[in-house]
């Protein structure tokens, strides 16, 4: 399907103004054409009627048509353009007739990132309401938020120019970052069809509900499609109580467990990564467990500080050593639910569990390594570890266990089992289920229990079956759907990873790497190259 382009015309007659604002966002990502610039409204009005735009950015002080004015004009002659207003600070008597006479916003000059983005973002979700293909326009609206707000907690800290965060509100040090985790988004996921922008679009419109006063800063972090953030000046107080209500209301959506984790209130715009990393950090000390939990930075009661438990001892890592030098699978299950503690997690917080399990993951490298095992059983068991982080994620203790002896089965070698004719069906059965619903969110749990299997017999079976562990099969035939779906240039990778069923790009990439030997951007770039060579 051919991308619709919204037409945006900018009318101002200082050339640094318009200048700005066209080199302010790579305009054409986001499927909108930055039409060459009108310097008076007399401009405006001839070219609209050749060349229809979709949106007008226009200063209120020109010559020959002022910006009240035009937007008369505009409002009578062609009522489906949306329009926005430029001013400075000495004009706010005409902002408000603009407002009245059908403007629906305005921007304060000098013009900053964050508010263009805004009002850009709102005059797409405008135009959806008139349009039969509203999605896509949704879809445009909410990538153009996601990723260029992403880009302020991205990596290091990215500072902006003074010129692209002057005049928002929210450019002074008082900031906080309440960062909304929905671990499992696999439960939403199906509900909006696997579309990424309409998923986002919609819970961001949900958590706007609670925004009154139109002052907080709410968007999709683009690499990981399950952390929403909410920028905001709001005090202690209101922050529980605005957590409060978003909990309530996204309990309402999903069974998934959620972790709201706020940071202190001490930034500005312009060191929004710093804010993250802290509460990426507070996010760290919830319980691991499946319920539910808003925690707050405080360095009073030292949450921040907070000191890991060493829950993996030498004398720990000793007896696993041993169960695995002595090939028993029972030892290496016991171990893993009593002295490792997954059978009584819910005593260690998030960073002690990922501890957990990557001490675990080295000791059972160690052991194949020592034991001189094929390239083949390495390169398995390092494709399952990488798994490992995510589903330490998901705050499930049945799929954690069940990826943890599916890694210990590589490490002791497979055990060969009397296949009857009715298993063999099952197995055939959930390759053909895998093939069909491979962006769901399958475990070896959950299709050991579809078909009444135990599940650390299923895994035996279906490599024995199949010649590949079950976990791999998956994100194997996820990685083919994905190269398929990067020959569409209408999609984008990180829609594309969402598609097959990773709500997490950095992990879809990283996975993806691991299969192909090259990212998902350079395999689409080969790619590309490849059809127009």
């Not at 916003?105 to 135009?127: F, G, H, M, Q, T």
């Not at 990424?196 to 139109?214: A, C, G, P, T, V």
Request: with cysteine.
């Amino acid at each position: 399907m051919e991308k619709r382009m919204y037409k945006l015309l900018i009318a101002d007659d200082e050339y640094w103004t318009r200048e700005k604002i066209r080199t302010m966002i790579a305009w054409e990502e986001y499927q909108i054409e930055f039409m060459p610039p009108a310097q008076d409204g007399e401009e405006v009005m001839q070219r609209i009627e050749i060349e229809h735009p979709d949106i007008l950015i226009t200063d209120i002080n020109m010559p020959f048509l002022n910006g009240v004015e035009l937007v008369k004009k505009i409002k009578e002659q062609y009522p489906e353009i949306v329009v926005l207003v430029l001013s400075g600070y000495d004009d706010f008597a005409y902002v408000k007739e603009t407002l009245v006479a059908g403007a629906i916003n305005y921007l304060l000059k000098p013009v900053s990132k964050l508010d263009l983005i805004r009002a850009v973002s709102k005059a797409l979700e405008l135009i959806s309401e008139k349009e039969e293909n509203e999605r896509q326009t949704l879809k445009a609206a909410s990538l153009l938020q996601d990723r260029e707000l992403s880009l302020l907690i991205e990596k290091e800290r990215i500072r902006l120019s003074v010129t692209q965060v002057t005049g928002t509100a929210l450019d002074s040090v008082g900031c906080s970052i309440m960062l909304i985790k929905i671990h499992d988004l696999q439960s939403l996921m199906g509900q909006y069809q696997y579309d990424m922008n309409y998923l986002s679009y919609s819970i961001k419109k949900k958590l706007r509900e609670f925004d009154q006063k139109q002052n907080l800063v709410i968007f999709n972090y683009i690499n990981r499609s399950n952390e929403f953030l909410v920028v905001s000046e709001l005090d202690v107080a209101q922050q529980q109580v605005l957590a409060l209500k978003i909990m309530k209301r996204l309990k309402e959506e999903t069974d998934s467990p959620i972790t709201i984790a706020v940071s202190e209130q001490s930034y500005s715009m312009d060191s929004l990564h710093d804010a993250y990393v802290q509460s990426i950090s507070v996010l760290m000390t919830r319980p691991y467990n499946r319920e539910s939990v808003i925690l707050f930075s405080n360095k009073e009661k030292n949450v921040m500080n907070h000191q890991v438990t060493d829950c993996f001892s030498q004398e720990s890592e000793h007896r696993l050593r041993a169960a695995l030098k002595a090939g028993s699978e029972k030892a290496v299950r016991e171990f893993l639910l009593d002295e490792a503690g997954l059978q009584t997690c819910e005593k260690h917080n998030f960073m002690e569990m990922k501890q957990i399990v990557n001490r675990v993951c080295a000791v059972f490298q160690d052991h194949l390594i020592g034991q001189g095992a094929s390239e083949k059983s390495i390169r398995e068991l390092g494709r399952l570890e990488q798994m490992t982080d995510k589903v330490v994620e998901g705050l499930d203790v049945e799929q954690l266990l069940s990826l943890l002896m599916e890694m210990q089965s590589v490490v002791l070698g497979e055990r060969k089992s009397e296949v009857t004719g009715n298993i063999r069906d099952c197995v055939k059965e959930a390759v053909a289920y895998i093939n069909e619903n491979y962006f769901e969110e399958l475990t070896l749990s959950g299709l050991a229990k579809k078909y009444a299997v135990e599940s650390s017999y299923f895994s035996r079976l279906f490599k024995q079956e199949t010649g590949e562990n079950l976990m791999l099969y998956i994100a194997g035939k996820r990685m083919e759907k994905a190269k398929e779906l990067m020959r569409r240039e209408d999609i984008n990778i990180a829609e594309v990873a969402f598609m097959v069923g990773y709500d997490d790009y950095t992990y879809f990439s990283k996975v993806f790497k691991k299969n192909t030997g090259v990212s998902p951007r350079e395999y689409r770039n080969r790619l590309f190259q490849n059809f127009t060579s």
